[in-house]
């Protein structure tokens, strides 16, 4: 039912993408309708065939959009996802799932929503964001098949001709990539989370983009008047006169902002005292590398390596490995690039290396514990990261180390592998730094121990601030408790700092809080020696970072530890960055 939106009517969301885009909807929502209808025994052949030729047609239309984009070069990369949508297209239980359904007497269409029905019930249960979030590509391809099937036919997102702002229940990657950046200004959807294939490529095609939002699509019409802030996830629908007037004045503050960014890629990123922090990118698929590069990272601070594992029938041999590390040592160009090792388990779950089925999974048999029982599987990888030392400047890191006895077994493990490589003659760079992830609350109170056994430190305040503070970094329900700037945490942290000064080692911070402009400062003064992060986020926090001192920073964590609650220290920071940077730190209307 549409119910009709007033004037100035606010709709929070998550944003994806950020950007503000002021335009008309464009409503691209018709869902197919689906008829559960039972079919006789002389129907099931000739609907088996109906379903067969469906699955033919949605092949050959991901293959002409397939076409399409690599004539593309900024959207090339992505053109796995349209693999995988192939892919889908081919799974057992979709296919096979469905023409059993079909010979139990259904008719095609309610057969296919039935199994879909089931899939999606399967990745509901999954812990992992990330790969629960692949959902929603088995959802693109359903509906794709259903439009076939139901004769609703293609939607055409590609071919809307006016300048508009897209709104729809949900869309789909290879949607997302037919977009004309020149017509379609920003995007809204019911659906969808932060870390989805439409989220990553709304941001690599710079769209404006809020999803979430739940019921948009109810509340909308054609041509109606709207505004996006996908900085903050806020979407304005029918904005007065007022509020239209504001919010160009923040595009156009924002514009000029990102135009000015960057400026920002080349610079150092040095403090106004002279006091160099590098700026490294968090990577988790190879082809982030071109981001991290376009925006000036140095490096990379992070490696998430278990994305190599994800969604695959085997893990990676070690050439495999070897050839991705090399690949992108050889792309950094003599920056170094610190690969973490496998760290699966807890909320990262990959089903082809048979995970325990655990009560507590992110206290259980995660990350380091996982590679330390699973010997063989680590030996794999720490022999093509060793090996790969010889493509660039390698940093091994060590996911989730809770005692020094563990990180002895990894330096044991890893001192024979490259034992075995000099015997066997095989080339790599001996010079490799050894570090540690800081996440457990145990590595904190031991982090002057801890500092005597690695070259360098690297902070996960993702899980830091989930174990430290008891608050299950997934669950919606104590998402309120989940405060970065909890004292606890900031006192967390300058622990971490001052025993790894003390031991003259480096520290690094990796965890989403790096790349937040707003904590630029108080990491500076806190004393981090690098910061590692999303590659969109180094121009934002390198123009924050040339722009305060660290003495300024001593001071103002100085003053944050004497406060009580996380409120009062965001307030503070909060009031302190505004009055610095008035024009990066500006509040939204709500
Ligand atoms: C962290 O925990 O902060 C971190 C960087 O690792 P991940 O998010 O991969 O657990
Ligand atoms: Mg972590």
């Known amino acids: ?222 041509r109606m008047p709207v505004i996006i802030d996908g900085s903050n996830g806020v979407v304005i629908l029918n904005p007065s006169a007022e509020t239209f007037k504001e919010y160009l004045q923040r595009k156009q503050s924002y514009d000029y902002l990102e135009q000015e960014l960057e400026n920002y890629f080349d610079l150092p990123s040095v403090t106004t005292d002279q006091v160099r922090i590098p700026l490294r990118a968090n990577l988790e698929i190879a082809s982030d590398m071109e981001q991290a590069k376009k925006h000036g990272a140095e490096g990379i601070g992070l490696y998430r390596t278990e994305f190599l594992y994800l969604g695959r029938s085997e893990p990676p041999d070690e050439e495999e490995q070897y050839l991705a590390y090399c690949k992108i040592l050889r792309q950094a160009e003599g920056a170094s690039v610190t690969i973490r090792t496998l760290d699966i388990g807890g909320d990262k779950f990959v089903p082809e290396l048979n995970l325990a089925d655990e009560d507590n999974p992110a206290m259980g048999l995660r990350a380091i514990r996982f590679s330390l029982q699973e010997e063989q599987l680590f030996k794999i990888q720490i022999r093509a990261i060793l090996r790969a030392s010889s493509c660039g400047r390698v940093r091994i890191l060590f996911p989730m180390i809770s005692g020094v006895a563990e990180i002895r077994a990894c330096k044991k493990i890893l001192y024979d592998i490259q034992a075995q490589l000099d015997q066997e003659g095989v080339s790599y760079d001996p010079n490799f730094s050894i570090g540690i992830m800081i996440e457990t609350p145990s590595a904190v109170m031991i982090a002057s121990l801890l500092a005597k056994e690695v070259d360098f430190f690297s902070i996960g305040t993702n899980d830091l601030i989930q174990y430290f503070l008891a608050v299950d970094r997934g669950n919606e329900h104590v998402a309120y408790l989940y405060e970065p700037l909890h004292p606890a945490i900031l006192r967390a942290l300058k622990a971490t700092c001052e025993a790894a000064n003390a031991a003259d080692i480096e520290v690094c911070i990796c965890g989403e809080m790096a790349g937040e402009p707003l904590y630029t400062l108080v990491l500076v003064g806190l004393g981090f020696d690098e910061l590692s992060m999303n590659p969109a ?47 990066l730190f500006s509040q939204p209307l709500i």
């Not at 991901?62 to 004539?71: D, F, G, M, T, Y």
């Not at 799974?91 to 899939?119: C, P």
């Open 1 to 222: 039912m549409k119910i009709k939106a007033t004037e100035d009517t606010y709709l929070v969301g998550i944003g994806v993408s950020p950007g503000i885009s002021i335009g008309e909807i464009s409503l691209v929502d018709q869902r197919p309708m689906v008829d559960f209808s039972p079919i006789s025994d002389e129907e099931v052949d000739p609907e088996l065939l109906r379903f067969q030729q469906a699955i033919d047609q949605a092949g050959e239309q991901l293959q002409k959009i397939k076409q399409a984009v690599s004539r593309q070069p900024h959207l090339r990369e992505h053109l796995y996802i349209l693999d995988t949508h192939q892919l889908i297209l081919e799974d057992e239980m979709l296919v096979e799932g469905t023409k059993k359904a079909i010979r139990e007497r259904l008719n095609a269409e309610g057969a296919l929503t039935q199994i879909l029905e089931q899939l999606r019930a399967l990745f509901d249960n999954i812990d992992d964001e990330y790969l629960r979030e692949r959902r929603s590509d088995v959802d693109a391809v359903g509906e794709r098949l259903l439009r076939i099937l139901t004769g609703v036919g293609e939607r055409t997102i590609g071919k809307i001709g006016r300048k508009s702002l897209v709104v729809a229940h949900d869309l789909s990657p290879a949607e997302t990539m037919q977009f004309d950046r020149s017509k379609i200004l920003g995007f809204m959807t019911d659906k969808g989370g932060r870390t989805s294939h439409t989220a990553i490529l709304a941001r690599s095609l710079d769209i404006p983009a809020v999803v979430g939002l739940e019921s948009i699509t109810s509340l909308v019409s054609e």
């Open 537 to 583: 986020c180094v121009p934002r926090v390198k123009r924050v970072l040339r722009q305060v001192s660290k003495q300024d920073g001593e001071l103002l964590v100085e003053k944050l530890l004497l406060l009580s609650t996380g409120k009062e220290v965001s307030t503070a920071i909060d009031h302190e960055m505004g009055e610095r940077l008035p024009d």
